[in-house]
């Protein structure tokens, strides 16, 4: 008797945990169960877009020294991801320089620049933000970002 309490409370703190972790509002079993196979859906299409952009970028490598970028939008603002093969000196201040004239805080990030340059940020909008940021106009932004550090890069050279 002891050990059947047991697993369903087991049970029951797994499918609360499996419901946090996909964010589910789900109350019953089976609904938390296919929220979060919806969650691994998702997650699978992401991952098979960055490699997409990842493979893009490095076919591309030899005609476009750009880094690849993406944004899409979160329950917190934007996710941006910035991937190029080559590192980049300066191009995070540009980057963050075109997140702040949107508007945008940086909520999360993570910054890689060693032998490649890799970004990955959570932007969300100001408090005082009268007009709406959509996915569209913070990559303009930061490929507007990329091209003027790449320009200044070039004049130096």
């Known amino acids: 008797?002891?050990?059947?309490?047991?697993?369903?409370?087991?049970?029951?703190?797994?499918?609360?945990?499996?419901?946090?972790?996909?964010?589910?509002?789900?109350?019953?079993?089976?609904?938390?169960?296919?929220?979060?196979?919806?969650?691994?859906?998702?997650?699978?299409?992401?991952?098979?877009?960055?490699?997409?952009?990842?493979?893009?970028?490095?076919?591309?490598?030899?005609?476009?020294?750009?880094?690849?970028?993406?944004?899409?939008?979160?329950?917190?603002?934007?996710?941006?991801?910035?991937?190029?093969?080559?590192?980049?000196p300066g191009l995070l201040v540009s980057i963050l320089e075109a997140f702040e004239e949107l508007g945008l805080n940086v909520l999360e990030a993570r910054v890689s620049c060693t032998d490649s340059f890799r970004l990955e940020a959570v932007g969300g909008e100001s408090q005082g933000q009268v007009e709406s940021i959509d996915a569209q106009m913070v990559k303009r932004a930061v490929l507007q970002a990329i091209k003027s550090w790449s320009e200044s890069n070039e004049q130096e050279q």
């Open 1 to 88: 008797m002891v050990s059947r309490e047991h697993k369903r409370a087991a049970l029951y703190e797994k499918l609360q945990l499996l419901r946090s972790v996909t964010n589910s509002r789900a109350l019953n079993k089976t609904s938390i169960i296919v929220d979060a196979s919806k969650y691994i859906e998702e997650l699978k299409q992401k991952v098979e877009r960055l490699n997409q952009d990842i493979a893009n970028a490095q076919n591309s490598n030899c005609q476009n020294p750009l880094p690849v970028v993406t944004v899409e939008t979160v329950e917190k603002g934007f996710l941006i991801n910035v991937f190029s093969e080559k590192s980049c």
